[in-house]
């Protein structure tokens, strides 16, 4: 017998070696459970793929891909493979985006030594972004109650009108920050910010425009 090899087979050792078998036993019946937790893990990747895969699809046809890829890839785990969730976060981060241009373009025309050509952009600037702001807030609004809307066609036109309005808002600030009259050491402090938020809105209209209802 195996036990008897054992030093001083006190009834401990036997013990010892019972629950040795038994932890022997346990170790070799262990690979269902591995099996499951690879099985999940595997699981999770490959859902983290699709959601990903979901993404870049839906990016792929609005007007800047990448911009739309890199920015919303971070949302996977919210927008999962829901296009409404993806036109949903699109709005949300476009919406903060906008605030922060608005918050830049306030804070530079406070200050002063501008020609009266950069005053009078940046404030038709602040207008026009304070414009799509509100345009995108109403979108947001009135995407939560697309669901329960009675003539959900009409709904969806008024957002893609608003989403248009905020762009042509935008548009026209541009239009005077490119125009060639702005000192560049306005538009260079702005025009990311600006480019940023305009590409943005312009997705996020790609998206809506590809919602199906
Ligand atoms: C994106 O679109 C291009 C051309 O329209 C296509 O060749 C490519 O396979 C698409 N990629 C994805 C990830 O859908
Ligand atoms: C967008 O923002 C609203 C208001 O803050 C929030 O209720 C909603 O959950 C957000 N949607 C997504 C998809 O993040």
């Not at 406070?110 to 404030?123: H, L, S």
């Not at 790609?206 to 209802?213: A, D, E, M, R, V």
Request: net charge positive; proline share 3%; charged share 15%.
């Amino acid at each position: 017998m195996e036990a008897h090899s054992l030093p001083n087979p006190s009834s401990f050792h036997v013990l010892t070696f019972l629950f040795t078998i038994l932890l022997f036993i346990s170790h070799h019946t262990q690979p269902v459970s591995a099996t499951t937790s690879t099985t999940t893990a595997t699981t999770s990747t490959t859902t983290n793929q699709a959601y990903a895969n979901f993404i870049r699809t839906a990016c792929n046809t609005t007007t800047y891909p990448s911009v739309c890829f890199k920015t919303f890839s971070r949302y996977a785990a919210v927008v999962q493979i829901n296009p409404w969730k993806l036109s949903n976060t699109a709005l949300n981060i476009t919406l903060k985006a906008a605030k922060s241009t608005s918050k830049l373009v306030s804070k530079l025309a406070q200050q002063n030594g501008y020609t009266p050509t950069d005053a009078a952009v940046m404030k038709d600037c602040i207008d026009n972004i304070g414009s799509s702001i509100d345009e995108l807030k109403q979108s947001i609004q009135a995407m939560t109650t697309v669901d329960s809307s009675s003539d959900k066609l009409f709904q969806m036109d008024s957002i893609k009108t608003w989403m248009s309005a905020a762009i042509t808002d935008q548009t026209t600030c541009t239009d005077g920050f490119y125009g060639g009259e702005v000192s560049p050491s306005v538009k260079n402090r702005i025009s990311n910010s600006i480019l940023k938020f305009t590409r943005l809105t312009s997705i996020s209209l790609s998206l809506i425009n590809n919602l199906t209802y």
